[in-house]
């Protein structure tokens, strides 16, 4: 039995759900998310609570039942709190900073790298050293936070490069003499 699909999903203050079939909509104070399940699983509306439950006893029911109430629960996140990414940038000369909606990134190369913001997502960037990443879809600010930090991942010699907040590099001695 799944440990994560049996729990219901509580909604949060002021996020309302409704269920259309296999769609579930849900409206918060950030906005409005939704998400078709498949037909291996049943969705209800249960006193302020989202319950999903297998049709049927196959692996492929099983698999889906837990991940479509993890699905659920990112989106009564999003809607209410929202998702947030952050990372800090290391090395000499390396800066960000916003212009409009394009995030201008100096990163060691002989241009200047553009990064335009995409829809659904906001970015920050509140020192020169540090970049937010903020939405209601939890896989889009990942991604657009990964995007960013492909310009310049850290490097381990010196760690230099875009990081995630808290992120460990691993660091490697250099050339002995």
Known sequence: MSRIGKKPVELPKGVTAEVKGQTIELKGPKGTRSFTATDDVDVKLEDGSVVVAPRGQSKRAR????????????????????????????????????QGKTLKLSLGYSHEVNFETPDGVTITAPKQTEIVVEGIDQQQVGQVAANIREWRAPEPYKGKGIRYKGEFVFRKEGKKK
């Open 63 to 98: 698999q889906q039942w837990g991940m479509t109430r993890s699905m659920v629960a990112n989106l009564a996140t999003g809607v209410s709190e929202g998702f947030k990414k952050e990372l800090e940038i290391q090395g000499v000369g390396y800066r960000a900073q916003m």
